[in-house]
């Protein structure tokens, strides 16, 4: 089985092509691109010129998890979510939505208003009761796809892919015992989450170990300070690049799906990666 949108809205098949997944920030904090999309219209316009340029789903995330950023209140992050939200939903019917948070209010909340699915960066962790996962029972309740990402608050790692695949392995099965369908369940390495720069290239030198607990996997290294090392690039905007080497290794180690700023550099790379990945079985259009 396929995944399902609680609304109906037609998600696409990663099993044909990796897909892409546009950024809209709506804080005024993130690391590259913070404080850009001030108001509904503004994020409209954005959204637009994403799915323009070959955006699959549209990420909305209303509190930056940038190192050292100050977390926000539920209603604070509903405040700056909702109205971009609701007006997207209305302008962009068929169009995927995710909500980026690790909050099951702002879950509940977001997936009544039209969210399509849900980008939890703490993995269905936070405020976890024992083996109960609120985000988790949110979801199932909703029918609701959930994005787990994989993430420390320290690089604490006595194995690395071990410990990484334990931690996984444990966020799924959490999700699977608050009711969450297998097939609504995504996975994410968590790139430059409580990760040195060095486990963040190992993440995507090896991502097919992800891969491997049999769930599609989202990746998002897009214009992260790892990448700036790897150039010598303080300018988040300058690393383009190194994202396209990253996305291009990813997809051959088996990621299902791309989160990224830059659409429309990000396209065609993808297209051939996928001709790459696909071999003898790619056929063209």
């Known amino acids: 089985m396929s995944w399902r949108s609680p609304h109906g809205t037609p998600l696409p098949s990663w099993r044909d092509r990796t897909l892409l997944m546009g950024i809209l920030n709506l804080t005024p904090d993130s690391f590259s691109d913070g404080g850009q999309l001030t108001t509904p219209d503004a994020a409209l316009r954005q959204a637009e010129a994403l799915v323009a340029a070959g955006a699959d789903v549209l990420d909305l995330g209303a509190e930056s998890t940038r190192p050292g950023s100050a977390p926000v209140t539920p209603q604070e992050e509903l405040t700056r979510l909702l109205p971009a939200l609701r007006l997207l939903r209305q302008r962009l019917p068929r169009t995927a939505l995710s909500v980026d948070s690790y909050k099951a209010e702002v879950a509940r909340v977001a997936i009544a208003e039209g969210a399509d699915l849900i980008n939890d960066v703490e993995g269905g962790r936070h405020e976890l009761r024992g083996e109960a996962s609120p985000m988790a029972m ?4 909703a029918g609701c796809p959930l994005i787990l990402m994989h993430r420390r608050k320290e690089p604490d790692y006595k194995e690395f892919w071990p410990d990484l695949l334990r931690d996984m392995q444990e966020s799924i099965r959490f999700a699977q015992l608050a009711g969450m369908r297998p097939e609504q369940l995504w996975t994410d390495p968590g790139f430059g989450f409580g990760k040195t720069p060095t486990q963040n290239l190992m993440l995507v030198r090896n991502l097919s170990q992800l891969a491997s607990l049999g769930f ?23 690393r383009e690049p190194a994202h396209l080497a990253t996305v291009t290794w990813g997809i051959a180690q088996g990621c299902a799906m791309i989160r990224a700023h830059d659409i429309a550099a990000l396209r065609p790379v993808v297209q051939a990666a996928d001709a790459l990945r696909r071999g003898p079985r790619w056929t063209p259009g």
């Open 216 to 238: 599609p996997v989202l990746l998002g290294t897009s214009r992260k300070s790892t990448l700036g090392l790897m150039l010598g690039e303080s300018d988040p905007l300058r």
């Open 138 to 141: 949110v979801c199932a309740q």
